[in-house]
């Protein structure tokens, strides 16, 4: 079974591999199918929530107003949330 580990916040996470070896899993599985089902389930939160995050770095990094990069930052915090299932 493959186990998503960060151990460099360099070297960007492999999603769609991560995601190939997790199905390979589930059509091989004769138990523990929950588990990998799980494991699949986090990762999609996790590939939502990167993505957001990166949104959120360009924001920061473009030359818009500070007002305009507030309410930008703010929606996509909103997002994160969701995504993350926050109240």
């Not at 070896?21 to 986090?42: C, F, K, P």
């Not at 959120?56 to 703010?74: M, V």
Request: proline share 1%.
């Amino acid at each position: 079974m493959y186990c998503l580990l960060e151990w460099d916040d360099r070297v960007p996470t492999d999603y769609d591999k991560v995601e190939r070896i997790y199905l390979m899993g589930l059509d091989n599985a004769t138990s523990d199918r929950d588990v990998i089902l799980e494991r699949l389930q986090h990762l999609e939160e996790k590939r939502k929530a990167d993505v957001i995050l990166k949104e959120i770095t360009a924001i920061l990094l473009s030359g818009n107003g500070e007002e305009d990069k507030r309410l930008s930052i703010f929606a996509k915090v909103h997002n994160l949330e969701n995504v993350l299932g926050i109240d």
